[in-house]
């Protein structure tokens, strides 16, 4: 059974500190999503890695996907309060329409 | 405009009853799905169908049948409901996969489920 673990599974920080979010499997995918999720509404997509080792940038984030393509990590710089939110991570079976989602991490940024 | 909708937002029904959630999408996509979100905000896929062709049926009580009238809805009926169906279920679609295997998907605001 593919199983995505991401950790931490909770995170509070002060807004400016930085943190890193990981999401760690034994299994290979053909790409890889990272979503964000408020209460009440559903993920939204933030990125897709799809090379071993490839790192992604969105502003203030830092995606990368493992050289195996069996990890990855985000990191946020200056986390701000607006990044509050259930971070997700999602792997591609390959040769298949399925998406296998991390078990989450919920991050909450204190101004 | 909204890409992925999906009726109703809440919905709070006694055990045994029977209901159905619907979703609709307006991006084109050829694939759609059905997820459940536990109360620890796990996400595990539950179906997908690919131009009205069931291709994901993941072990899921016999109880919960979807049915894709065209490639733009999915709809999700269930049966003699259980406490243990009180979820979220999300809707989502996306298009056919690409030659990296990399595809995206968009997901509907969520039904909240009830079962008392």
């Known amino acids: 059974t593919q199983l995505l673990e991401q950790s931490p599974q909770f995170l509070s920080i002060q807004e400016g500190e930085n943190l890193t979010v990981y999401c760690n499997s034994s299994?290979?995918?053909?790409?890889l999503q990272w979503y964000r999720q408020e209460p009440g509404e559903g993920p939204v997509l933030l990125v897709t890695?799809?090379?071993?080792?490839e790192v992604k940038k969105l502003k203030r984030l830092t995606f990368q996907f493992g050289d195996a393509r069996k990890d990855s990590s985000l990191h946020i710089t200056a986390a701000q309060p607006g990044d509050t939110g259930l971070y997700l991570c999602?792997?591609?079976?390959?040769?298949?329409?399925?998406?296998?989602f991390g078990t989450g991490t919920r991050l909450k940024v204190l101004a | 405009d909204t890409a992925v909708s999906q009726t109703p937002k809440y919905l709070v029904t006694q055990m045994g009853n029977d209901k159905s959630i619907k979703c609709e999408q307006n991006?084109?996509?050829?694939?759609m799905y059905w997820y459940k979100q536990d109360s620890k905000k796990f996400l595990k896929i539950m179906f997908s169908y690919n131009n009205k062709e069931l291709i994901i049926n993941e072990t899921v009580p016999n109880r919960f049948s979807p049915k894709s009238p065209d490639k733009a809805h999915l709809n999700l009926h269930i049966n003699s409901l259980e406490l243990g169906d009180s979820a979220v279920y999300f809707c989502a679609s996306s298009q056919v996969p690409t030659s990296g295997g990399s595809y995206e998907q968009y997901f509907g605001p969520g039904t909240r489920l009830t079962v008392t």
């Open positions: 991006l084109g996509h050829d694939t």
């Open positions: 999602a792997g591609t079976v390959s040769g298949t329409y399925k998406y296998i």
């Open positions: 890695v799809v090379t071993g080792g």
């Open positions: 299994s290979v995918f053909s790409s």
